[in-house]
């Protein structure tokens, strides 16, 4: 079965430029132009992955993204006219997955779409084979911080701790090299892969997001370890 891309852009031209790349590659392929219209498809039809642009009428990009962040993991990709960090920013905390800045070439387009889209499918086709296994049952433990490796769960004090897939895949990295240095290059490196085109940016703001949910204090966190002109150790 193809996988489902929804494209919400409200520039006809580009709406058309992309759609027709994306269904060339064999995508399914659904446009919206509104953030209104774009909430309504992305529940309706519960895409693989969200195209999504931040200068919408209706809700913004950010916006969206923020609304369907407590609803469902699909892959966002942020795409905007403005090269400000702060709208890059702002995305990712939000919780888009990547971003690009207009103008873009199809073929990089095209690229992060297959990078994304191959992520999710390995996340979930280790979801689906630690369900299908009567696996004997791996954690590692920090005081009240429990990671179960196998479940692909995170407790902290006993109670479910909701993170997102690359969340949870960056605390897990980190736990398996506790009290090591880790450089920013190093982390995108081999949490995100080698093929990733993002900067390292997008390692502090994940680091933002986790230390919001397991630190007691996340303005002074005490797990995960800023190392000044260094990166992150994480201390348990």
């Known amino acids: 079965m193809p996988e489902k891309i929804l494209v919400v852009e409200d520039e006809p031209t580009l709406q058309e430029t992309i759609a027709y790349n994306l269904k060339k590659q064999g995508y399914k392929v659904t446009v919206v132009g509104d953030g209104h219209a774009a909430l309504g ?37 942020m795409l905007t006219a403005r090269d400000e960090e702060i709208d890059r920013v702002l995305g990712l905390e939000m919780g888009a997955d990547d971003y690009l800045t207009k103008p873009f070439s199809m073929r990089e387009l095209m690229a992060r779409v297959k990078a994304q889209l191959r992520r999710s499918r390995l996340h979930q086709e280790e979801l689906d084979h630690y369900a299908e296994k009567d696996t004997p049952q791996e954690t590692l433990s920090f005081g009240k911080l429990v990671i179960n490796s196998t479940r692909h769960e995170v407790t902290l004090g006993g109670d479910v701790v909701s993170l997102k897939p690359k969340e949870y895949e960056l605390l897990l990295f980190f736990a398996e090299h506790r009290g090591q240095m ?34 007691a204090d996340p303005s002074n966190p005490e797990r995960i370890i800023t190392v000044r002109g260094g990166g992150y150790r994480f201390e348990g």
């Open 41 to 77: 498809a992305a529940r309706s039809l519960d895409p693989d992955l969200l195209l999504l642009d931040i200068m919408l009428p209706g809700l913004d990009g950010l916006e969206i993204t923020r609304i369907l962040r407590r609803e469902m993991n699909v892959p966002i990709i």
């Open 182 to 215: 880790l450089t920013r290059e190093f982390i995108l490196e081999r949490v995100w892969g080698w093929d990733y085109v993002g900067d390292s940016r997008t390692v502090d703001v994940h680091i933002r997001w986790l230390r919001k949910k397991i630190e």
